[in-house]
């Protein structure tokens, strides 16, 4: 059922009470606006690099990089450690980092070391934790890199080689139900390949990605690609996207253009969700994907001569399993491309960062959106949209943004620009770190919003696929029992506008039952496959009236 609306922030009081809550927080500042809602967090003013990747981890660490041909950073690497690469095309010898990882509950980084270029790559956790990422430019283009996660400063990325078979530059890599990563596209690679390798062949065809490709522009890099409860692939590049089964190498459904056929994929670059999966019990799972943004068709060539056209403000939205699917056009309230959608615990979606006009590319884009905006896609059709309070920092081309186990959205990057350039440019290289708290986070809230106290998947346990899940919560207000229920959230790998591996799922409320003062239990059934989800960690939230706890680390198997 549709859910009612949160009051908005209309209270002085409340407002006066944000700017000396947070006035008072070491290395944060906090601006907030009279209209709209949410709240900006200043967290770092500088991380020494361009967030130009990011990745959450399950012990509350991110994995950010840019990449190593962006000249110097402003970031040493410790123990005097030095990147000595003669393949390295600016800086051969460099003393700085190209990656760090922040540790959200401390908010504080620390260098890591990179050794070949990142940039533009891919990446996923797979279900033991570890982030494997692959591919990037140049020296780094084939390479495969492994980020273990700890607790402590020890541990760094390591290289594996040419562990890829083909160059990948502008791929996507998504994580499957076997715990395998597809790793698919990239700029001249109309294929796809696996990781880890096994016996069978290498390389696999996509000719998909010819038929996308628009010539000398491409229109169709870092493809946007969900797993389908199914277990085949939604593959969405350009305008345009197919069913696709990846274990037979065939094509199983063809879906029609989006109406006004105008190009969504990099460098025309919109950004792609998939809704949240309900009703996991039923047979055929609905399935929705949402493409909001990128570019008319054009604006990559007229920007070369100058003109900057208007980004697309149209997204549209697809019942991807539907026996005749179809394109439903709708209207953000501002026009973006380079834009990033985020899933929220409560199931709604939030897309932040990107430009008014133009396109993804070195100085390609203009008009800064400040605004991040609301989408909520249980609301009535025409009534979806609304309208956040706006960040003082723009976020242009190469800028990243994601979930948070608290609830926050972490937004960082923006470096339109070959190199670093801090001064004399229109929209200088962004080295901060902000977040994004969205209205449920009002402490007007804190009434409704539930704590987890306990579940039969604590911290450290393992829940198996198709089985019963008690979570305990507190919530100090009466609750309305059937306004509660319980998500998971897949961490996403986020860049180019594209959080890869982003999926949530709604395991609903079997039962709700008192066990104390103002203390439940909550009942639901976990997925009942690794298609409708891949193995790994999730964050596991209790949402009560739109309004979510703070997540905990589950893990699936």
Known sequence: MSQPSMPRYTSILFFLFLQLFFAAQPCHRT?????GGGLWQLLQNSIGITAMHMQLLSNDRVVIYDRTDFGRSNLSLPDGKCRNDSSELVIKYDCTAHSVEYDVLANRFRPLMVQSDVWCSSGAVVPDGRLIQAGGFNDGERKVRIFSPCNGSGCDWEEVGDGLKVKRWYATSHILQDGRQIIIGGRRQFNYEFYPKSSAPNVYSLPFLMETNDRSIENNLYPSVFLNGDGNLFIFANNRAILFDHKTNKVLKTYPAIPGGDPRSYPSTGSAVLLPLKNL?????????????GAPKGSYAKVENGNFVLALDTCARIKINDPNPRWVMETMPTARVMGDMTLLPNGNV????????????????????????????????????????????????????ILLRDGRVLVGGSNPHIGYEFTGVLFPTELSLEAFSPPYLDPNFDDLRPTIVSSSASKGKNIGYGQKLLVRFKVTSKIVTDMVSVTMVAPAFNTHSFSMNHRLLVLGNEKVTVVGASTYDIQVMTPRSGDLAPPGHYMLYVVHQQIPSEGLWVKIL
């Open 350 to 401: 939030l897309i932040i960062n990107g430009a008014g006009a133009g396109t993804a590319g070195w100085e390609k884009g203009r008009d800064p959106v400040l605004n991040p905006v609301l989408y909520r896609p249980d609301d009535a059709s025409g009534s979806r949209f609304e309208l956040q309070n706006p960040s003082t920092i723009p976020r242009m081309y190469h800028s990243t943004a």
């Open 281 to 293: 019990q039923a047979s055929t799972i609905e399935a929705e994907v949402l493409v909001c943004g």
């Open 31 to 35: 601006v907030t606006y009279a209209a």
